[in-house]
């Protein structure tokens, strides 16, 4: 429990539940009133919803009284990112672009299997316009910040789902990733992050960046806490072309086998020029536990790193510019800055030069692929900075700084961790597996998780807020 | 720069964008960025590289 009386974690919490000691009234209750104190200047919310929150919590406290259990999600509280629709409410995209029908009285597939395993969904959460633009302070939204410093950006797109979790508002957050959404504000502020592979988790009701990218999953305290999430939303959907027809894999039972004897590779180049001493040192003390742990360590280079995370900047500005044509044409100026530039950015791209990105995709992962015959696991700072001030997050000498584009046209599962703090702001580390390896890396993240404690360490709201 | 904001908004105005004045520096510079990037992309062939087929989706559905 941390001060606030809050279960720090979907497995303690769920245990706790089990045991009598805790309702899922009481938690979810006591993690909005935690939201009444702090998100007014934290901005994880873009709506709540107490009332039919306070209903499923009480429905799962009545369920599991008498035994009907769900299993670990059963009375839950999770937050959703706004762009995946949920029946209480409007969907935004934090756009004021978006239909306000879009989506209206329905569920995400993801929501609903989310509720289907007894979660609470307690609200909508804050992103980037259209899970791309930065927030801007005249728009009728919140502008979410970090909670370890609020002069400081949570990292995005998925970042009141971050910054929420980090908060104790909910024990995790549903985020999207389609160049590093939900790995960059689990590392900026300071939780865990689960990419899954592509098409594991289907995107049905969800407002879509880049097609043949966009990625679903959870951001919480722990790798065992994502991997009861991605246990409860994976799994094939016909509304989703790209969703994989494979049941998911049994991801708990087994996540406590540990590391010893594993092939892990250790990225450094192109992860740590110009990097502060403190990220180094925090990146290098994360491999030596790594090893402490038993792993097989040795160090590799990333293939084709330049061309490929060029060739998913590509890729993204044209999926979303054949989306947002029409009305990026009539509407330009009712987007984010940052959203239009780079969505209008598709029109300096060709046909020929899209397709040239994707055949650079096709080699990349031929090249990777032959890189994980060699290694079970690869390693690499999810982002060589802290979080930078909010109006230096875009700069693009940050933006050399983030280390997520590279995979997202790849497709492996990765996991986004916590691993030391560098000026009091969370660092944090990214491992990537074969394709549907999922339990592989779930027990790595599992094993840091025990030696390590950077993921229990959570923010003191009252210090941030001054 | 005066060619280049001429190229900028032919493309813009091809893709039917009527971007105001205030954002044509923005997209300038972005148009910079872009085609070093596709450079970047181009550069892969012109290494002899041995391309696999086409495809779009991220991972092969080897399962289904």
């Known amino acids: 429990m941390d001060p606030t009386g809050l279960p720090l974690t979907i497995e303690a919490a769920s245990a706790a539940l089990r045991d009598g000691s805790l309702t899922s009234v009481e938690m979810t209750s006591r993690g909005l009133e935690r939201a009444d104190q702090h998100d007014d200047w934290l901005g994880s919310f873009i709506a709540r919803f107490e009332e039919s929150a306070l209903a499923r919590a009480a429905q799962a406290d009545e369920e599991l009284a008498r035994g009907h259990d769900l299993g670990p999600l059963h009375g839950i509280p999770i937050g959703v990112k706004d762009i995946f629709a949920a029946r209480e409410g409007a969907t935004t995209a934090q756009s004021v672009v978006l239909d306000p029908a879009w989506g209206a009285g329905k569920d995400a597939v993801v929501v609903s299997r989310l509720r289907a395993a007894g979660a609470v969904i307690v609200g909508k959460t804050t992103t980037m316009e259209f ?22 950006w949570p990292g995005g797109s998925s970042s009141g789902s971050s910054s929420g979790v980090a908060a104790g508002f909910f024990l995790a957050g ?68 790209d969703s994989v027809d494979v049941p998911p894999a049994d991801l708990l039972s087994g996540s406590d086998e540990g590391i010893a004897g594993m092939r892990i590779g250790v990225v450094r180049e192109h992860h740590l020029e110009g990097a502060q001493a403190a990220v180094v040192e925090a990146y290098e003390a994360a491999i030596d536990t790594l090893r402490e742990l038993g792993a097989q360590l040795s160090e590799t280079s990333l293939p084709l790193y330049h061309e490929l995370t060029a060739a998913t900047l590509v890729t993204i500005w044209s999926e979303a510019g054949a989306y947002h044509h029409r009305t990026l044409g009539r509407r330009w100026s009712d987007y984010t800055a940052g959203a239009r530039t ?76 916590p691993i030391g703090f560098a000026d009091g702001l969370p660092l944090g580390m990214q491992i990537a597996a074969s394709p549907f390896a999922e339990t592989t890396l779930l027990r790595a993240g599992r094993a840091f998780q025990r030696q390590t404690d950077w993921h229990r360490r959570l923010p003191e709201l009252e210090v941030t807020r001054g | 720069v005066d060619e280049d904001r001429a190229v900028v908004q032919g493309l813009l105005h091809r893709a039917g964008l009527e971007v105001p004045e205030p954002d044509i520096s923005a997209m300038i510079q972005s148009y910079g960025a872009t085609g070093k990037m596709i450079e970047l992309l181009y550069a892969v062939d012109e290494a002899g590289e041995e391309w696999p087929a086409l495809r779009f989706t991220a991972v092969r559905r080897a399962a289904n």
């Open chain 1, 131 to 152: 899970a791309i633009g930065l927030p801007e302070a005249a728009k009728p939204f919140p502008v979410p910040v970090n909670p370890w410093r609020a002069e400081c």
């Open chain 1, 174 to 241: 549903i985020g999207s990733d389609t160049g590093g959404s939900i790995r960059i504000p689990a590392a900026l502020c300071g939780v865990t992050g689960l990419l899954p592979t592509f098409g594991l988790v289907p995107r049905t009701g969800v407002v879509p960046l880049a097609f043949s990218i966009d990625r679903v999953g959870p951001l919480a305290l722990t790798a065992w806490d994502c991997a009861a999430v991605l246990q409860a939303i994976a799994g094939p959907d016909p509304g989703d072309p």
């Open chain 1, 342 to 417: 780079m969505i209008g950015s598709s029109a300096f791209i060709s046909g020929a030069d899209y397709v040239q990105a994707q055949r650079v995709r096709g080699v990349a992962q031929r090249r990777l692929g032959e890189l994980f015959a060699q290694f079970d696991l690869l390693v690499t700072p999810t982002i060589s900075m802290p979080a930078p001030p909010l109006e230096a997050s875009t700069s693009p000498e940050n933006g050399r700084r983030l280390h997520t584009l590279y995979w997202n046209l790849l497709g492996n599962p990765m996991l986004a961790l």
